[in-house]
């Protein structure tokens, strides 16, 4: 797989582990046409995919928030939705209201609260 997008799909992956979900299986398959861009698809544990795409010349940073983005959009759709809470990673302010954001706060990639903004984990130290 493209080494810029594994290093950005790393962290939010070890996130899931760490939550005792699972992160999605990646095949290399190059599937967009947005020159600059590295992507995969990933296979979720009920079967369904859908790509992910960081911009190569984004910051790290960047690129590891925009993956964390895709990649729990994918997990609350293909492994939460219908039999558990939705909202994850859980918020620890609001635990039963909305999940965390994927974001960045200067040069770090980071889960904040989407209603206070306050920085809750860097993606990848949850």
Known sequence: MDEVLSAAL????????????????????????????ASAVMWAPDGSGRGVAVDRTAPAHERVAAA???????????????????????????????????????????WVCPASRSVVAPIGGL
């Open 10 to 37: 790393e962290p939010v992956c070890r996130d899931l582990e760490r939550s005792g979900l699972q992160p999605p299986r990646l095949e290399d398959r190059e599937w967009n046409d947005f020159p600059g861009y």
């Open 68 to 110: 964390a983005d895709q990649v729990q959009e994918q997990t609350i759709e293909s492994q939460l939705w219908g039999v558990a809470e939705t909202n994850w990673p859980r918020c620890p302010e609001h635990p039963h209201s909305h999940p965390l954001e994927a974001t960045t706060s200067g040069e770090a990639a980071v």
